[in-house]
């Protein structure tokens, strides 16, 4: 596996981490603990260094997961955690945000014993908070970063102001936010600060939550406890009508004899060399097609082609049900 630095930061990591969500939250029934485990451990066996988890997914049973995946090879490894939504003590989640300090340190103590480790190496703000100077933020994390209990600080689904305000005060090594063929709004003023600034891109839902696989079609439907079966995006309408970008993805992937998936990310790893997607799987064999993507070098005149064939598409569909749409930060 090729590696990559985070931009200015120095955090090395591999050119493809593991978003470890899936898992546990969000996209139906929870894998069982082994089952999770085992995976997390074939994708470091694979070349992984660098893996996704936060507090919030189950709550805790996600980091629970990923720290007994990784205590044995913690020192060959990467992790991610976030901070900000607002966790009772019971572990339920209450709704909201909070990255109050005093709740920010709470968390980072907890997340240490959760993932079994005696330092996080990438802390995010999950998603801002309004009610919370930035400056207020960013300082908490510069004083746990220098008690050695935080390499890195992270933003997530940040816009610019906020950016530019955290890092300021600490140095932001990533923003993570939604990036994909299917999604490429941060390409208009996000791409062009974190190149400014020296900020590595960690782009989530890098397939777009299934589309880019192809597995998804204008019949798919979702179980109540799938997020998606909420998102605008994947309703029936919108599931029909921006099929027309999938079909196009899948005549390209059959002309480079890879899959959808292995296009778009490779695609992804074209666009900048500081930006390092988190797929995110339940099965090996979706795993190791992932990572193949990573293998794949797609060539001026190939990058040229996919933007003439997609570039025009109209996509409809907001990603989030209200409620949580209005969380994202811009």
Request: proline fraction near 5%; hydrophobic fraction near 45%.
């Amino acid at each position: 596996m090729k590696t990559r630095i985070l931009g200015a930061s120095g955090l090395e990591v591999s050119a493809l981490g593991l978003g470890c969500m899936g898992l546990s939250f969000g996209y139906g029934t929870a894998t069982d603990t082994p089952t999770g485990v085992k995976l997390i451990r074939d994708a470091v066996d694979r070349g992984v260094t660098f893996f996704d988890t936060a507090e919030v997914y189950g709550p805790w049973a996600n980091e629970l997961m990923v720290g007994e995946a990784l205590e044995p090879v913690r020192d060959q490894v990467v992790i991610a955690t976030k901070f900000g939504f607002n966790i009772s003590d019971e572990g339920k989640n209450l709704g909201g945000v909070n990255s109050r300090p005093e709740r920010i340190r709470k968390v980072a103590e907890q997340s240490l014993q959760r993932l079994r480790t005696d330092r996080i190496d990438l802390f995010y703000q999950h998603r801002v908070d309004p009610s919370v100077p930035m400056e207020d933020v960013a300082g908490t994390v510069r004083d746990l970063i220098a008690e050695g209990k935080v390499k890195h600080f992270g933003l997530s689904e940040a816009g610019v102001a906020a950016i530019r305000r955290a890092h300021a005060v600490q140095p932001v090594a990533a923003l993570q936010s939604e990036y994909s063929l299917f999604w490429r709004e941060p390409e208009a003023e996000i791409l062009p600060l974190l190149e400014e600034l020296g900020i590595g891109f960690v782009p989530f839902s890098p397939l777009g939550k299934g589309y880019l696989t192809g597995a998804i079609t204008p019949d798919s439907a979702f179980a109540g406890n799938d997020f998606r079966a909420t998102s605008p995006r994947f309703n029936a309408a919108n599931l029909a009508a921006n099929f027309a970008l999938v079909e196009q993805l899948k005549g390209i992937a059959a002309d480079k004899g890879a899959t959808p998936a292995q296009i778009a990310l490779a695609w992804l790893l074209a666009q900048k060399p500081w930006i390092v997607p988190i797929p995110g799987t339940t099965k090996l064999h979706r795993l190791e097609e992932n990572l193949g993507g990573a293998e794949i070098e797609l060539t001026a005149a190939e990058l040229r082609a996919i933007e003439d064939r997609l570039g025009d598409i109209e996509l409809t569909g907001d990603r989030y049900a209200p409620a949580n749409q209005a969380l994202i930060n811009r």
